[in-house]
């Protein structure tokens, strides 16, 4: 190679080194550009979600070393415990600059990006035992993320499998995706863990759970305005209770469904215990499912604050003074500005013998200018409707206690009392219009609006309808 091509290579490279160094500085402003965005909005977020919490929850920035292709981060989460401590835990996070970060490209990774990050936590406060149960110079977790240029992030949370010395913990691992999309301000989340048991070293009490999934994703637009959907299935939830038989769910799952627009939330929970299990007796479904419209977070969280703090008095069973009365009522009037609807759509335990169901219904109007000024009237005057339907089923319930009756006596006396009492309890709510039988089933459905109560479609006032279960006390009668 000529003189003069040597000359022209080596100003090439060197061309190429200044315009990496710079491509490189960049990347770092743009990313810790985004970093400070994003610990300000995980801030309004836990603002929104702690809106009654004193101090709320705070993510802060303790210390950002930017250099040229790498920064030194170190993130400090605060807040305060249940027992009034203030904690901190804290985070490092070595970002590796684009275009190329080496971090990335050492994996195999050659596609372009911002940064590359890992994030560890910090020894020291909250997460010192579990730096204590593991092998010394191992994380109990990282969290991996590539930043592209557009803003994406592609994260993998991986946990460390732990078992703590006092047995309180013990946790078989998990590994978290996480990836977020700057167009559509989706975030998806999928995951699985192995098993996780705790002990209560004071109530004997262990719980297990095994073969974790989940996945969920959640949608923002505008400020506060979110979509959320989130799905949980677990292979097996065991619990121990001392002198107690062993208790198993087998394939629990749950699920939920959020829309949030403004202060105003949405929301649908489903829960399926799975098959119920009592000292290896299987005892059939329970499903559970709830719904809430309409409900003002913010208005909710204050008014549940202040009934926190005034729980927290000298003495609680003094009762609410005039003022805590007039506090309430003016913290209950912005929830129910908005209408709110509470609903137990379904609490449903099916055997093979039979199924038995619960549905209730709270719905609410705004208070009226003219609303009660006690707290007991302002929301009797607010009641759109309050229902409940019930199903009873005979022949599970007797299956129930024929699985699980352990005392003296054996199982078929103790089936015979209930069966005894079922029917005496049954005709006497039939006779007085409070229930419905069909064969083994009883039905009842209650409605109150307006001042009435509707009991299986007879009409009658509040104070009749009470006299009447008053009366069922007795069972001479």
């Known amino acids: 190679m000529s003189p003069r091509s040597l000359k022209t290579a080596a100003g090439l490279v060197a061309a190429l080194a200044l315009a990496y160094t710079g491509a490189s500085w960049y990347a770092g402003r743009l990313a810790q550009d985004r970093v400070e965005a994003w610990v300000d909005q995980a801030n309004q977020e836990i603002a929104s979600q702690w809106t009654s919490a004193d101090p709320r929850p705070v993510l802060t920035i303790q210390d950002y070393r930017r250099g040229v292709f790498s920064s030194d981060i170190r993130y400090g989460f605060q807040f305060r415990d249940d027992e009034g401590h203030d904690q901190t835990l804290g985070l490092h996070d070595a970002l590796a600059h684009g275009p190329w970060p080496w971090t990335a490209v050492r994996q195999g990774e050659w596609r372009p990006a911002a940064a590359w990050s890992l994030i560890e936590p910090l020894p020291g406060g909250p997460w010192q035992p579990w730096f204590d149960a593991l092998p010394a110079g191992t994380a109990p977790w990282t969290l991996r993320s590539r930043i592209g240029f557009d803003g994406g992030v592609a994260a993998r949370w991986r946990l460390e499998p732990v078992r703590l010395a006092d047995d309180r913990l013990d946790f078989g691992g998990a590994l978290m995706r996480i990836d977020y999309d700057p167009g559509t301000r989706r975030t998806a989340v999928s995951g699985h863990a192995d098993r996780l048991a705790a002990f209560d070293p004071d109530s004997g009490v262990r719980v297990r759970f095994e073969g974790l999934d989940f996945d969920g994703a959640t949608t923002h637009s505008g400020e506060s305005d979110l979509q959320s959907r989130q799905r949980a299935r677990f292979g097996q939830v065991q619990v121990d209770v001392p002198d107690a038989p062993p208790v198993a769910f087998v394939g629990p799952s749950l699920s939920s469904d959020t829309a949030r627009t403004g202060s105003l939330l949405d929301s649908r ?36 604050g202040a009934l926190e703090r005034m729980n927290e008095g000298d003495d609680p069973d003094e009762g609410l003074s005039d003022e805590d009365q007039r506090r309430l009522r003016a913290l209950t009037v912005p929830v129910l500005a908005a209408g709110p609807r509470l609903s137990l759509d379904g609490l449903r335990w099916e055997t093979p013998q039979g199924t038995s169901e619960l549905k209730a219904l709270a719905e609410f109007r705004p208070a009226a200018e003219d609303a009660p000024q006690d707290l007991g009237g302002l929301i009797e005057s607010a009641i759109r409707q309050l229902s409940a339907q019930l199903s009873l089923s005979k022949p599970m319930l007797l299956q129930i206690v024929r699985q699980t009756q352990r005392g003296e006596g054996g199982p078929d006396m103790a089936v015979a009392l209930v069966s005894m009492l079922f029917d005496q309890y049954a005709g006497r709510l039939e006779r ?46």
Do not use: K
């Open 269 to 304: 929970l489903a829960y399926d215990l799975g098959r119920l299990q009592v000292d290896r007796q299987d005892l059939g479904r329970i499903t559970l499912a709830l719904s809430a419209e309409h409900l003002d977070v913010p208005a909710l969280q204050a008014l549940a």
């Open 432 to 477: 007085q219009g409070l229930a419905q039988r069909q064969g083994d089933v009883v039905t009842a459905d209650y409605r109150y609006a307006d001042g009435q109560v509707a009991a299986n479609g007879r009409t009658m006032s509040p104070a009749e309808f009470m006299a009447q279960f008053g009366g069922l006390t007795g069972l001479g009668q």
